[in-house]
């Protein structure tokens, strides 16, 4: 597999970054496209066979963190739920590394297709606790939410609990409306034509 590193075109100011190989907008079969993301890190498209790496991050990563991820304290993924994740047809994950240790997996980004509702996609990030509130979780929903608009969505939604300061901040920098609170849940979505 060819890896190449691709600038997006933006900053972290600039409105929403998309993904770009060096001759389209999305990789092509056995391209893998390297987005500098912030903190030295480099964020590419996840496959099947990183259900390893992707369990040594949630191994990594605190009780807190998977709990926040999650809704509850979810110590690893299933590998269904991987293969899941990873289904193209389903949803697309990109997992972030330093570019130094490209082996290192730092941050999970998924986009899940909802089940009976075409064009709406869930937005979900879990961040290693050492590389948390820098920026990165920023960066890496706008990425998830150019690729939402690129595949034609209409909503990206989110769930969260309503004490998660950093994700309720980056869902409102997005342009989140119609929260919705149950308990300590707090459920929103992105109008994707309306998006910043
Ligand atoms: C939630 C999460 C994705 C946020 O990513 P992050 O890289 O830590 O967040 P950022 O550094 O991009 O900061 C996001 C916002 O929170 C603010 N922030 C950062 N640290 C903060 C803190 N300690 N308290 C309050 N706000 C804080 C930032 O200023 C930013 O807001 P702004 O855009 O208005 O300036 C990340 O912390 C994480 O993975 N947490 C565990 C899993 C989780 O909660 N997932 C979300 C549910 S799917």
Partial sequence: MSRQIVATGTTMADPIPTPRSSHGLLPAAGESVWIPTPLGTVTRLASVADLDAVQDLHARCSLVSRAARYMVGKRELAPAEWRHFTHPARATTWLTSPEVAPGRIVAMTNL?????DRGALDLGLLIEDGFQG????????????????LLGGHRLTASTGRANR?????LHRLGATDWHYSGPDADTHVHLDGAR
């Fill in 134 to 149: 820098q920026g990165l979780g920023t960066a890496l929903a706008r990425i998830a939410l150019g690729h939402a608009r």
């Fill in 112 to 116: 899940i297709a909802h089940h009976g």
């Fill in 166 to 170: 950093r994700m309720i901040a980056i």
